[in-house]
């Protein structure tokens, strides 16, 4: 395990939109999510997602790297924690880079699981005209790259709150890259 970095700032909704309140302090609880959250649960929670058998919810916490919104204000946006949905904002790690099964542990006790990216929606536009398109880019060889953080499963509950310390556990064996989810 390697110390990856710092939890920003923590935010949660308990109704259905884009933006989440920051908080204090957030619970995580294993196999469920953000307390209090909308989006938290063992099925699917997502809007456009769920029906009558939902599948897992394989999008419990949402994480994004604050280094994203530097280099939005770079281009005119003006985007701060929670803003865009996620419930975990975070700084000092390469959270797109990290590959499926990679655990972060948060604060004491608290762990999470990547699971994958998250697939921004055309919701982002209505914060800020444009923003979806600058969360999304192309590499060299034209593949698309989404820049809007990543999705996780809870493992362990525990409490989150800004400053606390992000210890990053690579998954053993051969990695595999993040994927929309």
């Known amino acids: ?6 939890v920003v700032a923590v935010s949660r909704s308990a109704v259905h939109g884009f933006a989440k309140v920051n908080q204090d302090v957030v619970r995580l609880a294993a196999g469920v999510g953000v307390e209090g959250d909308v989006h938290s649960g063992m099925a699917v929670q997502h809007m ?11 999008r419990q916490v949402h994480l994004m790297q604050t280094e994203l919104f530097d280099e939005l204000a770079g281009r005119g946006f003006t985007v701060a924690p929670g803003n ?5 904002s975070t700084r000092g790690i390469d959270l797109l880079g990290l590959p499926v099964g990679t ?8 762990v999470v699981e990547l699971t994958g990216l998250r697939n921004p929606c055309t919701q982002i536009d209505g914060h800020q005209d444009g923003l979806m398109r600058a969360v999304l ?5 034209g593949n698309l790259i989404r820049k809007a953080g990543v ?3 809870v493992l362990v509950s525990g409490l989150v709150r800004p400053d606390d310390a992000i210890v990053v556990e690579l998954p053993a064996g ?3 890259p993040l994927a929309p989810v």
């Open 103 to 110: 655990r972060l542990h948060l604060g004491e006790t608290a």
């Open 151 to 153: 999705m996780s499963v």
């Open 84 to 88: 865009l949905g996620e419930n975990i």
């Open 1 to 6: 395990m390697a110390s990856g970095g710092v």
């Open 137 to 141: 880019d192309r590499d060299a060889d």
């Open 48 to 58: 456009s997602r769920r029906g009558p058998n939902p599948p897992p919810n394989l």
């Open 174 to 176: 051969p990695h595999a």
